[in-house]
């Protein structure tokens, strides 16, 4: 039965509804604190999923967005075309390396994923080989919520594991890190090279597959495989984009490029929904015809919602007059000093910092409702998953802030009470998001 106060009205995201404890309620956020409806103010240690990457409200996106909601808050892009997108393709065309040129325009991330999954699929048909229509992507993988995208999630610890047939059938090998799985990932291309279209990876960090992080030379190898047998490459952006790593892009540290680049999350600096797909002349040349059937056949009703234009090119803006990119760069060392102490804590398994990425893993997150209540108590919002706890603030989250963050998170996880079996050593399950125990 459900009781009266809930109704249960929104269906909420990733969220066993019967037994999680009440979203909590937030009427406003400036900067970088969330007001709760009962007056606490709590900082986001989250950045609203990795998006927010100038703090909330920041005054010149508040007025670009405001200026064009006056002119004109949405036009079909079918046929049509405005300002806002033109600009804004260019200039990621632009930030972007060698010929990745070609910006296609998707309402959100998932979607970037599927486009970038047709855009492959497509480019092999127009090039004769059809039957090169599966992915190559890897363990620990997240590409989104959406079938396609769904179908390229590490299949054994995605949260899409029980939808069986309904979704794709793809290969997945572990990231090439090493000599021995470069040699795996090579074997697999090597079989199956006639049936890949392309390799998906989320270069330098794994985000929601579990926070994990590899090299800038694992992300050459795979360039390397890619071009050795002939598939395309695919970056997965959408989290690390934006100076989140440290680089404006995390290819740009890895000196790759790739065929298709999607990005998402931060490009509207966390104000409206939309990501892009971008692709290099290659791929886009594929489809440029004159046969009205070559065409990439795709448009979202809201394609390259203006709004969600006008709040980029501010985003970007501001990447030119403030130094956004190093201040992430510099919050890797102050993570990494402020999150220290959590290292010695029982059940820490790993604390490790990548640009203006903090990640805590311990053995079991059995506590994690109590836990995440603990640290609004304490006045941060965090959402702790998997095996995780970790912080994504925004890119400028103050000095002051960043360390009176990273205190709270030492201390609340050094009150945790943790169960016998895991406060005794290290060989507790590692529950990943969604794995089934
Ligand atoms: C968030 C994310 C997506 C999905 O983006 P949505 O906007 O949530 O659909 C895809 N790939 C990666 C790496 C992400 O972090």
Same mark, same amino acid.
């Given at each position: ?25 937030? *009427? ?74 070609? *910006? ?11 486009? @970038?999954?047709?855009? @492959? ?9 059809? /039957? =090169?229509? /599966? ?21 054994? &610890? ?12 793809? $290969? ?16 697999? %291309?090597?079989?199956? &090279?006639? =049936? !890949?279209? @392309?390799?998906?990876?989320?270069? %330098? ?6 926070? =994990? $992080? ?23 952006? !959408? @989290? ?8 404006? #892009? ?29 692709? &290099? ?5 594929? #489809? ?40 992430? =760069? ?8 402020? %999150? ?75 009150? /945790?009470?943790?169960?016998?079996? $895991? ?15």
């Amino acid at each position: 039965m459900m009781s009266d106060d809930q109704q249960n009205v929104v269906w909420r995201p990733y969220c066993q509804m019967k037994t999680a404890p009440r979203p909590l309620d937030i *009427v406003s956020a400036q900067d970088f604190e969330l007001t709760t409806a009962d007056g606490r103010t709590l900082i986001d240690a989250m950045a609203s999923w990795w998006s927010v990457c100038h703090g909330y409200g920041h005054p010149h996106v508040v007025e670009a967005v405001s200026k064009q909601l006056a002119r004109m808050p949405h036009v079909m892009f079918g046929g049509i075309t405005h300002e806002p997108a033109e600009r804004l393709a260019a200039r990621l065309a632009a930030m972007l390396s060698a010929d990745l040129n070609h *910006v296609f325009f998707a309402d959100s991330g998932s979607v970037a994923v599927e486009v @970038a999954m047709k855009m @492959a699929v497509g480019y092999w048909q127009r090039r004769g080989q059809p /039957r =090169r229509q /599966r992915f190559l992507s890897f363990t620990h993988a997240y590409h989104g919520d959406t079938t396609g995208a769904m179908s390229l999630c590490d299949p054994d &610890r995605s949260m899409h594991a029980d939808y069986g047939d309904a979704i794709l059938t793809q $290969f997945h090998c572990p990231l090439p890190i090493d000599e021995a799985s470069e040699t795996g990932c090579h074997e697999l %291309l090597s079989r199956h &090279r006639d =049936r !890949i279209a @392309a390799v998906f990876v989320e270069p %330098l960090v794994q985000g929601a597959g579990g926070m =994990r $992080f590899h090299d800038a030379a694992t992300v050459a190898r795979i360039r390397r495989l890619c071009d050795e047998h002939d598939v395309l490459m695919i970056a997965d952006e !959408i @989290a690390t984009g934006f100076g989140r790593t440290g680089t404006m #892009f995390a290819i740009d540290a890895c000196h790759v490029v790739p065929d298709i680049i999607c990005l998402g999350k931060a490009l509207t600096a966390g104000t409206l929904t939309m990501a892009v797909c971008v692709a &290099r002349s290659t791929v886009f040349e594929a #489809f440029w015809s004159d046969q009205a059937a070559d065409a990439l056949m795709h448009g979202p009703t809201f394609m390259a919602n203006p709004l969600a234009c006008a709040a980029a090119n501010a985003s970007l803006d501001l990447f030119e007059l403030e130094p956004r990119v190093e201040q992430a =760069r510099e919050m890797e060392s102050k993570l990494q000093s402020g %999150l220290a102490a959590a290292r010695n804590l029982p059940g820490v398994v790993d604390v490790r910092c990548r640009g203006a990425i903090g990640v805590i893993q311990v053995e079991s997150l059995d506590d994690v409702h109590e836990l995440r209540q603990r640290f609004v108590d304490a006045g941060v919002w965090l959402r702790p998953f998997g095996d995780c706890v970790y912080v994504t603030p925004p890119l400028n989250l103050p000095d002051g802030l960043l360390s009176q963050l990273c205190s709270t998170i030492v201390q609340v996880m050094s009150e /945790r009470s943790l169960p016998a079996a $895991f406060a005794a050593d290290g060989d507790g399950p590692i529950a990943i998001l969604g794995s089934r125990r």
